[in-house]
């Protein structure tokens, strides 16, 4: 199971090589450049899509943990360290756990590891949370912003 | 001989004074009786008048109604024309105008059309392609190097895609023809000589049209009249090539519009079209 997105994903760079010694051989100035260069964007799409997958296949079981440890870390804080103003980033942290624990990986092909980036960011921000209070959103805010960054 | 007696000397007078007074009365009556005649006679004169226009009037009404009645009788007659045995020009086939001769035409008027490159642009143009040409070099570079990378070289693989999506999609200058000037000066006389051919051939058939007295097309009726205005003839068969000219480069069919649609673009059709327009209007004016 593991292994077929590796094996995708060598697949793909293959195919991608094979275009690319075309493209080679037509040089710039040939006629049928621009639809070589199209088949080879297209490849290169694919292989970025199974790395994707390959990332997609690596990351959901850490990004659903640490979701999940944030969102059990934020019950704790809530009950423990109980604090109007640090509702705030509590909140915001829980809201971007449940987004997290729902689709672990999102579909763009940098978003894997910009979801475990927002996650672990909302993480910190539930652990300083006692300390920061509501500041610790700005941890949260950053983790999103970085998230959206990489997949604008 | 003077009067000694002053009495008498008065009466005198005063008689004549009163023959002067009396002459003086009749000669009011007469200018008076002057006047009333010259008032009658001008009465009479302005009565006169008046009838004579309303006379008129009525005699150009009854023209008027004349003339509607001419006209429709045109119409009829026109159309009987037509339907007849009358032998018509036909403006429609031009067997010996082939499709070389419009093709040749028509590659001046684009070359004339064709903008052409300053040497100070061709240089950019150079540059620019040799500019595309080293970002395609690097662009393969990166997308060699996807091929290889490991999957979780992220910062690696987002460079390397970056690199290749410079060139994706984008196109590659077209290079400057060094010797497009020449080509295009070529080819702009051909056109010249071939618009000047086509141009012989119309105007002989339009003469021969004219001098065997034959029936216009509809179209060419519509839009240049029913004759040459006086005094115009060379202007209105100059026109009238040039119509029929337009109407064979751009395939103009329509059987009443001589110069069918009007094109949307500008250039040399549009300028042509816009043209011919003026000066039809022009010789269509009674």
């Given at each position: 199971m593991a292994a077929e997105p590796f094996a995708r994903l060598a697949d793909r760079q293959h195919a991608l090589r094979t275009a690319l010694r075309a493209l080679q051989a037509a040089g710039?100035?040939?006629?049928?450049f621009p639809s070589l260069l199209a088949d080879t964007g297209k490849e290169v799409e694919a292989v970025l899509q199974a790395r994707h997958d390959v990332e997609a296949a690596r990351l959901t079981i850490p990004n659903r943990a640490i979701a999940a440890g944030t969102a059990i870390a934020a019950l704790v804080v809530v009950i423990g360290w109980f604090d109007g103003w640090s509702l705030l980033s509590v909140l915001l942290a829980v809201a971007v756990a449940a987004a997290v624990l729902v689709d672990?990986?999102?579909?763009?092909?940098?978003?894997p590891r910009a979801r475990t980036a927002a996650i672990a960011a909302a993480g910190l921000a539930v652990l300083l949370t006692p300390l920061a209070h509501g500041w610790a959103a700005l941890a949260v805010v950053a983790g999103v912003a970085w998230w959206a960054w990489r997949i604008r | 001989m003077k009067n000694i007696d002053p009495v008498k000397a008065l009466d005198d007078k005063v008689e004549r004074l009163k023959k002067d007074l009396k002459s003086l009365g009749d000669r009011i009556d007469n200018a008076q009786t002057d006047a009333a005649q010259n008032k009658l006679s001008t009465t009479n004169q302005i009565r006169d008048t008046t009838r004579k226009i309303a006379k008129t009037n009525d005699r150009v009404t009854e023209l008027a109604d004349s003339v509607h009645r001419l006209e429709r009788l045109l119409v009829a007659l026109n159309r009987k024309v037509r339907a007849g045995e009358t032998r018509k020009a036909d403006f429609?086939?031009?067997?010996?105008?082939?499709k070389p001769l419009i093709a040749r035409i028509l590659a001046g008027q684009e070359a004339y059309a064709r903008r052409t490159f300053t040497p100070q642009e061709a240089k950019t143009r150079r540059k620019a392609i040799s500019e595309y040409d080293r970002l395609a070099h690097e662009a393969i570079d990166a997308a060699e190097a996807l091929t290889t990378?490991?999957?979780?070289a992220e910062a690696l693989w987002r460079k390397k895609y970056k690199q290749w999506q410079a060139i994706a999609g984008k196109q590659r200058p077209e290079a400057p023809d060094e010797d497009e000037h020449a080509k295009d000066t070529a080819v702009k006389s051909a056109g010249n000589e071939a618009i000047a051919e086509a141009r012989e051939l119309i105007r002989t058939r339009i003469e021969d049209a004219v001098a065997n007295d034959l029936l216009f097309p509809a179209w060419f009726e519509n839009m240049l009249g029913p004759a040459a205005p006086p005094g115009k003839a060379d202007d209105w068969l100059y026109t009238a090539t040039d119509v029929v000219l337009y109407r064979l480069l751009h395939d103009v069919t329509s059987p009443a519009n001589a110069l069918g649609r009007a094109p949307q673009e500008q250039g040399h059709r549009r300028t042509l079209h816009d043209r011919l327009i003026v000066e039809c209007a022009d010789y269509r004016k009674p």
């Amino acid at each position: 199971m593991a292994a077929e997105p590796f094996a995708r994903l060598a697949d793909r760079q293959h195919a991608l090589r094979t275009a690319l010694r075309a493209l080679q051989a037509a040089g710039p100035g040939s006629p049928d450049f621009p639809s070589l260069l199209a088949d080879t964007g297209k490849e290169v799409e694919a292989v970025l899509q199974a790395r994707h997958d390959v990332e997609a296949a690596r990351l959901t079981i850490p990004n659903r943990a640490i979701a999940a440890g944030t969102a059990i870390a934020a019950l704790v804080v809530v009950i423990g360290w109980f604090d109007g103003w640090s509702l705030l980033s509590v909140l915001l942290a829980v809201a971007v756990a449940a987004a997290v624990l729902v689709d672990p990986t999102g579909h763009g092909i940098w978003e894997p590891r910009a979801r475990t980036a927002a996650i672990a960011a909302a993480g910190l921000a539930v652990l300083l949370t006692p300390l920061a209070h509501g500041w610790a959103a700005l941890a949260v805010v950053a983790g999103v912003a970085w998230w959206a960054w990489r997949i604008r | 001989m003077k009067n000694i007696d002053p009495v008498k000397a008065l009466d005198d007078k005063v008689e004549r004074l009163k023959k002067d007074l009396k002459s003086l009365g009749d000669r009011i009556d007469n200018a008076q009786t002057d006047a009333a005649q010259n008032k009658l006679s001008t009465t009479n004169q302005i009565r006169d008048t008046t009838r004579k226009i309303a006379k008129t009037n009525d005699r150009v009404t009854e023209l008027a109604d004349s003339v509607h009645r001419l006209e429709r009788l045109l119409v009829a007659l026109n159309r009987k024309v037509r339907a007849g045995e009358t032998r018509k020009a036909d403006f429609d086939n031009w067997p010996e105008i082939g499709k070389p001769l419009i093709a040749r035409i028509l590659a001046g008027q684009e070359a004339y059309a064709r903008r052409t490159f300053t040497p100070q642009e061709a240089k950019t143009r150079r540059k620019a392609i040799s500019e595309y040409d080293r970002l395609a070099h690097e662009a393969i570079d990166a997308a060699e190097a996807l091929t290889t990378l490991p999957p979780n070289a992220e910062a690696l693989w987002r460079k390397k895609y970056k690199q290749w999506q410079a060139i994706a999609g984008k196109q590659r200058p077209e290079a400057p023809d060094e010797d497009e000037h020449a080509k295009d000066t070529a080819v702009k006389s051909a056109g010249n000589e071939a618009i000047a051919e086509a141009r012989e051939l119309i105007r002989t058939r339009i003469e021969d049209a004219v001098a065997n007295d034959l029936l216009f097309p509809a179209w060419f009726e519509n839009m240049l009249g029913p004759a040459a205005p006086p005094g115009k003839a060379d202007d209105w068969l100059y026109t009238a090539t040039d119509v029929v000219l337009y109407r064979l480069l751009h395939d103009v069919t329509s059987p009443a519009n001589a110069l069918g649609r009007a094109p949307q673009e500008q250039g040399h059709r549009r300028t042509l079209h816009d043209r011919l327009i003026v000066e039809c209007a022009d010789y269509r004016k009674p």
